[in-house]
């Protein structure tokens, strides 16, 4: 049986606390049935909302965070309809091409993938030119550790009328979001990322005009939305409800507001700035432009030269230390750090840093 | 915090063993990464392979047995590609209702709900007038607490170029069943049902003809078959995996391969006798017709006259017997004791006759 590293430092899995491995330790009854199944369903849901600062529905899943972009786009989507993608990443890169994939339109508004966004006026012309049905947008682009600024993104797609969505996967419940403020119609997130829990659950907040468009729609399929509109007032689940993948989530949501949400995103972005200043003062080269925002989650740094991406990830294993490696066109040529959740902690990002220190 | 019903008697999700939850309790490294991940994806598909009787692919999915149904279709099945459903009950009625829902040309071999596949000289005669690309079954209908005999049918769906895709979500690891000797090409299951394992894993195995129907196909989602092709050769997932999810269904084929699955079919067998005759002896009648197969996984009879089933349901919940409904047109009619995986033993379903009988 294998165990959890000694310095766990991937951006997602994290490591589980025990409180949240302790959720499912228990022998459920069935959640089809059970009227405490549905009230822990709202409950963690309104958890959830707070986290994402709205008051639309939010929609629990049984699946990985890979469920609730497809469920978005399939579920708002159809042939034909068309969608700009902010692409300042793999993962907005990739969305785009999810769109593309089940006939969609696409147009990719397209940055450099050390970038974040900033100057919006070309995006503007291109929305004005394509009157897209739909805006997605990456929050935090894990691959290039990097956050995307959205309140004016949102405010555009709010004048054109498009939907705007966003895949906050790797944030949610690290940096404060405020959805509605920002004018996010679909905003998704996965349980295996700040949430701390393991990769079982994903969830999305739905605002009214999304569900317009998902009713219209109609899609039928295991990632369909429809049926989970009014599962709150019908207890009823398009499929047998998951109680142990939820009780988990829920002790992430629970952990989180216990500690106070503000308290939480400070930790993250003061674990974040330990981990810059730390691995500038090894010199190690951070990737993100100094013009964009670094996440507060995830730090993407270059791959010390001299050294292949391979030979490093051993170097830090033999030390206990695990970081993630990256993605497409970064693949090789950046590392990361994940400190999110349960592995935004001081004391961890301290030990991590004193492993690269020995390694170089 | 709910507990596990004193008699857990319901047709899944049933009651999880401690060994099986015990494979849940740990700190999991990120299945991404590690070889011992993939080791135990491998173990666990071979382990189920066998319990389905197929020398088939076996492919093991994040998300409750409805993914797995949709994954079958969506992927091997296009819009206007001829579908002949089986139906001998509300989930063989569903499906062919989910393959016309994305579009294809559906034909429904009707029986009664209380029989069981038999005389198929109608079929075969429909089958040859429609030429279908696919033939669909259920081989237990749980709703109704059937089992189809599918050999037959499975050699004609050969003889006519069909692939034959089968729902055995409630059956597999509890009843002998041979894929391949039947001529089964995609077989679905999951994980809450005869394996003991909490609704968080689906499976299926794939057939080289489906396989290559799945690759004309090239369906998209998080249902889509085609990434899971090379997963035992180049150890990628479509998405994070769930080692938790994956360790306790292992748990689940584990136990079975341990008792001998010989023996544990027999052991479901005897006790669905046990039940049958049990009932039939307090006046109960049992929903299945006299001449169709009974399932050896799950009972249905008729909710004792003179009672609703609102009363029937909260008179044996108040003896600490949980028994589950029916649905569709069974609603409120017929009621079932599912003894399957953990619930498939003597002493539990003595205890649950004697509730039965204290309740009348």
């Known amino acids: 049986m294998s165990a959890m590293y000694p310095i766990p430092m991937l951006p997602g899995p994290v490591s589980v606390p025990d409180e949240i491995l302790a959720a499912m330790r228990h022998n459920y009854p069935s959640g089809d049935l059970e009227t405490d199944f549905f009230k822990l ?65 696409v147009r990719k508004f ?125 207890y009823t689940c398009p499929y047998t409800p998951y109680w142990h993948g939820l009780a988990a989530l829920h002790a992430g949501v629970q952990r989180i507001l216990r500690e106070g949400p503000e308290r939480v995103f400070a930790r993250h972005g003061e674990v974040a700035l330990q981990c810059r200043d730390g691995l500038q003062e090894l010199g190690i080269e951070l990737w993100p432009a100094p013009d964009s925002t670094p996440a507060p989650t995830v730090t993407a740094a270059l791959v010390p030269t001299g050294i292949t991406w391979h030979e490093w990830r051993a170097r830090l294993r033999a030390r206990g230390l695990v970081v993630g490696g990256s993605l497409g066109p970064l693949a090789g040529k950046v590392f990361r750090l994940g400190h999110m959740g349960s592995q935004a902690e001081q004391r961890l990002m301290t030990d991590a840093l004193a492993v690269l220190r020995e390694a170089l």
Not at 84 to 105: K, N, P, Q, R, W
Not at 222 to 233: E, F
Request: one cysteine or more; a negative charge; charged letters at 20%.
């Open 110 to 234: 397209c940055l450099d993938y050390n970038k974040t966004l900033g100057d919006l006026a070309p995006l503007e012309k291109m929305l004005e030119d394509f009157s897209p049905d739909m805006i997605i947008a990456v929050h935090c682009e894990t691959p290039s550790g990097t956050l995307n600024p959205l309140e004016d993104l949102g405010r555009i797609a709010r004048q054109h009328g498009s939907l705007f969505c966003v895949d906050a996967v790797s944030s949610i419940g690290g940096v404060d979001i405020q959805a509605d403020a920002w004018g996010i119609d679909v905003l998704l997130g996965g349980s295996q990322k700040c949430l701390s829990a393991p990769p079982s659950m994903s969830f999305l907040s739905i605002s009214p005009p999304a569900w317009e468009r998902i009713e219209r729609t109609g899609y039928q399929g295991y990632d369909a939305l429809i049926p989970w509109r009014s599962i709150d007032g019908e």
């Open 41 to 105: 369903y709202a409950i963690t849901g309104r958890g959830l909302a707070r986290l994402m600062g709205t008051r639309n529905d939010v929609v629990i899943m049984t699946g990985e965070g890979m469920l609730v972009l497809w469920a978005a786009l399939k579920s708002c989507l159809k042939p034909g309809d068309k969608v700009l993608a902010a692409v300042t990443g793999i993962f907005g890169d990739g969305l785009g091409d999810m769109a593309a994939g089940i006939g969609c339109e």
